[in-house]
């Protein structure tokens, strides 16, 4: 019998590996997927959508904040993998009267490279991980030496609209804005706590002025005339569609991001 801990500190023992296994997170799907465990997954959710054929192949339980209790039940799992943001502390408890409920817990680039590992151990796919850890690694650093001699902006990330909201500290995107150079007006501004705070985007010239508005592919689709509307409220700032998935996701989806984010640079 082994015995693993997640990142919310709850242990957990296990005589072999888990070998059918439900994810209640889209980018935690994909790494499951990219350490090999594609036959392991037996369920995931209707926002899991890569790698895209998962969703025709393996049975879908519900969305994230809304699981169906007895699809999950009558799946007969070893394991649910979930995430403190992502899915709800009621859920978690009433899925822990199902199976072992495993809880992830990312902020930073270490949290995520930490998760990697973890699974690793948990589903005995170590070199898998260790290969993903030693890429992402490479990549940052990369990314680090090409980033190094750029100005920072100062940027609004947005995530909603109607109301408007924001991703603002101890998020998993901030971070990512801060690997970028990007100094985001709503990290520790007093006047907006939480992690994803509504703002009042009639006050952002006020609040930090920033150089870009960034509007995030995901969870709410904008359109041009958010754009248009977010512009006016500043004095000069550019804005930027992007993909949200790049800042907000983590598992191997972080590898892929660095790329991006050259261009994204490359292109302001």
Aim: with cysteine; hydrophobic share 40%.
């Amino acid at each position: 019998m082994k015995t693993y801990t997640d990142q919310l500190g709850n242990q957990f023992a296990f005589e072999t590996a888990p070998k059918r296994i439900i994810s209640l997170v889209p980018s935690q799907t994909e790494l499951l997927f990219d350490l090999g465990l594609e036959e392991s997954i037996i369920g995931i959710t209707k926002f899991c959508v890569h790698p895209y054929h998962l969703k025709s192949t393996k049975k879908i339980i519900g969305g994230t904040k809304k699981v169906h209790y007895e699809k999950i039940r009558l799946l007969q799992p070893d394991i649910i993998i979930a995430n403190k943001e992502e899915n709800t502390l009621e859920i978690v408890e009433e899925l822990q009267k199902i199976c072992p409920v495993w809880v992830t817990n990312i902020v930073t680039i270490e949290d995520n490279l930490q998760m990697i590992s973890d699974f690793g151990q948990l589903f005995n796919k170590r070199t898998e991980a260790q290969k993903w850890i030693d890429k992402t690694n490479f990549a940052l650093a990369d990314f680090q030496h090409f980033i190094k001699d750029k100005e920072v902006q100062k940027v609004a990330y947005f995530i909603w609209a109607n109301p408007y909201m924001v991703a603002g500290g101890d998020t998993f995107i901030n971070e990512l804005l801060k690997l970028n150079k990007f100094e985001n007006i709503y990290d520790n501004n007093p006047k907006y706590e939480g992690r994803y705070p509504e703002v009042v985007v009639q006050k952002m010239r006020i609040q930090g002025d920033p150089d870009l508005v960034l509007l995030s592919s995901e969870p709410f689709p904008f359109k041009d005339e958010h754009a248009f509307e977010l512009g006016r409220h500043t004095h000069h700032a550019k804005t930027i569609f992007v993909d949200g998935e790049m800042f907000s996701w983590y598992g191997s989806r972080v590898f892929k991001a660095f790329d991006y984010f050259k261009k994204l640079h490359e292109n302001l």
